[in-house]
């Protein structure tokens, strides 16, 4: 179904075919980054060092869809646009369930998972130290979550301009995951441990459920960002693949729920700089645009 039927009035600055755009710079940043690790390892090792999870190089590619999406932002609502966008990383909108399934039942799954890969007790603790703990998790907190600014902040309310969110979150998922396919060509990332056919079955699933999430969220990209940090939380054990077994249960579980949303498009957020139409943006790129954003634009706290 077409997504038009929401209430939400798309934003007229920012066209539909700015996706091919956000996917040129998405995947082309990325991709040549670690490309050049994959077929010209001596002389890049030899330039920047062994690329690694905690690499500049590998932070600027995990960044290239958030680059991506303020770049085009930019281009299309100036400064002003931007400014507005950003905003959406103060929107605290979540209710109550949602929120209990962001704090308590991620982690349920993931130790869940664990019990049935029969690791729960057998493995040491991921980090041994307090020092270690808070390195750990200001590197969780500052890599893939930054991501959001781009998958769920710009695109997908740009494919829900035209597709129900089914379809959006499927189709987002799926180019989310091949996205990440060269990491698992170059050992010393994360990713070379592990299966990619798990691995892309999980960002279906957990695609599924950001967007679900994102819409009640009212277009919130900081809620976003805390279910891709709890995604990848290095407190949590390693679950894999039982959580992605799980997390494609919960996914069937929030279509059903969430189905008048999810397939018929009531409430799917289309904005992506909200309560602004751009007509003006060149002129007042300069101007606070708060006073003129209607009431029920969604910049304010509170539960859908």
């Known amino acids: 179904m077409n997504a038009r039927t929401t209430t939400n009035s ?3 600055r920012i066209p539909l075919r700015s996706i091919g755009i956000f996917l040129a710079i998405t995947f082309g940043l990325a991709w040549s980054i670690i490309g050049l690790f994959v077929f010209l390892p001596d002389p890049m090792t030899r330039l920047f060092g062994p690329l690694s999870g905690n690499h500049p190089l590998f932070f600027l590619a995990v960044y290239a869809p ?18 507005q966008f950003l905003k959406r990383l103060m929107i605290l909108a979540c209710s109550a369930p949602w929120t209990v399934f962001l704090l308590l039942g991620l982690p349920v799954i993931f130790y869940a ?7 729960l007790f057998t493995e040491p603790l ?33 494919l829900q301009r035209r597709l129900a969110p089914v379809w959006s979150a499927l189709i987002l998922g799926a180019v989310w995951g091949f ?66 077994y799980l997390l494609l249960v919960v996914a069937a579980v929030v279509l059903f729920l969430d189905r008048e949303t999810m397939f018929g498009g009531k409430g799917a957020l289309t904005e992506i700089i909200p309560g602004y139409d751009g007509r003006h943006a060149r002129q007042t790129e300069g101007a606070d645009l708060d006073r003129r954003l209607p009431k029920s634009s969604g910049l304010v706290r509170g539960a859908r």
């Open 10 to 12: 798309p934003d007229s």
């Open 179 to 244: 996205w990440h396919l060269p990491a698992f060509m170059l050992s010393g990332l994360q990713q070379s441990a592990w299966s990619f056919a798990p691995f892309f079955a999980g960002t279906i699933a957990i695609s599924l459920i950001a967007t679900s999430l994102f819409n009640a969220s009212r277009g919130s990209i900081l809620i976003a960002a805390v279910l891709h940090f709890q995604l990848m939380n290095p407190i949590w054990p390693d679950a894999q693949p039982y959580d992605t």
């Open 113 to 119: 998972g664990a019990a049935l890969n029969g690791n």
């Open 66 to 83: 958030a680059i991506a999406a303020v770049a085009i932002v930019l281009r299309h609502g100036g400064v002003a646009g931007v400014r």
């Open 126 to 158: 991921p980090i041994t130290s307090l020092r270690g703990l808070v390195i750990a998790l200001l590197l969780s907190a500052i890599k893939g979550p930054v991501e959001e600014l781009g998958w769920r902040g710009f695109a997908l309310p740009l």
